[in-house]
């Protein structure tokens, strides 16, 4: 495939960095992630109920945890894979829109900063959710939560 057009991004030593910075970060998300699953999986085993609601409510965010850990989990991999310089960012951009997960690739390439922005949001989300999974069961066990 011809990458006419593309301006490809070398990443310098900041850049590089960078990318080993926010996926070492990003490793520290998993033991908040993980404690917060166990959390509402022994919620859900122990509660007898028969609310609909917080059965609803619990799965829902076991759900939403274990997909957003796992975009977390890849973007760790893709951060350290550009830093290591063995995946360019463009060659990530170009594989996304070959499988149709992003639209089409630009001509002017999202600088690093750019990405590490975007998963900045990305964490704080996870962060929000990981509270939400945490304070579910803490609602339940002081019956706080109608079951």
Known sequence: ???AGVTHLSLDAD???LCLSTAHGLRLQ???V???????????????TDSGTFHSLAWLLLALQMLWATRLYVDMRVFELFAR???????????LHRIHLSGA????PRSIAD????????????????TLCLLLPIMAHFGSFDV
């Open 1 to 3: 495939m011809s990458d």
């Open 15 to 17: 850049d590089s960095a």
């Open 30 to 32: 998993v033991l908040p």
């Open 34 to 48: 993980a404690l917060s699953a166990l959390a509402l999986m022994w919620t859900l085993a122990g509660v007898r």
């Open 85 to 95: 310089g063995t995946l360019s960012p463009q060659a990530f951009d170009e594989a």
């Open 105 to 108: 690739p630009k001509t002017t």
């Open 115 to 130: 990405r590490v922005q975007g998963l900045r949001r990305l964490v704080r989300w996870q962060g929000l959710l990981t």
